[in-house]
């Protein structure tokens, strides 16, 4: 599980690395007003970009055991990472049901 949660974070490091350089080409590549062969140019560059620089490519992934499934955007944790911590107390304000 270890080199699922490294191979997400070099995923996500190249999103914030290629960013302004997809946007701007995506601009390119959709503006009517341009010639062809700019956004013909435009398409080519995008296209050269490493493919784990696009952000459909992350998956949200538990920050404590590298589950893809399941997992919770705000504690960025699987539901069941969330259910031992929360029943041991961990986390602060959540607490396991019972009835």
């Known amino acids: 599980m270890?080199?699922?949660i490294?191979?997400?974070?070099?995923?996500?490091?190249?999103v914030l690395k290629y960013e302004q350089?997809?946007?701007?080409?995506?601009?390119?590549?959709?503006?009517?007003?341009?010639?062809?062969n700019i956004r013909w140019i435009a398409n080519l560059e995008l296209s050269?970009?490493?493919?784990?620089?696009?952000?459909?490519?992350?998956?949200?992934?538990?920050?404590l055991t590298g589950r893809g499934k399941a997992v919770l955007r705000s504690f960025r944790i699987s539901r069941i990472a969330l259910r031992t911590l929360a029943s041991y107390g961990v986390i602060s304000g959540l607490q396991k049901a019972s009835w």
Do not use: A, G, Y
């Open 2 to 4: 270890k080199n699922l």
């Open 6 to 14: 490294e191979r997400d974070k070099k995923k996500r490091q190249l």
């Open 21 to 36: 350089k997809r946007l701007i080409f995506k601009m390119l590549k959709s503006n009517c007003t341009l010639s062809n």
């Open 48 to 63: 050269n970009l490493p493919k784990n620089s696009s952000k459909t490519r992350v998956t949200n992934r538990c920050i």
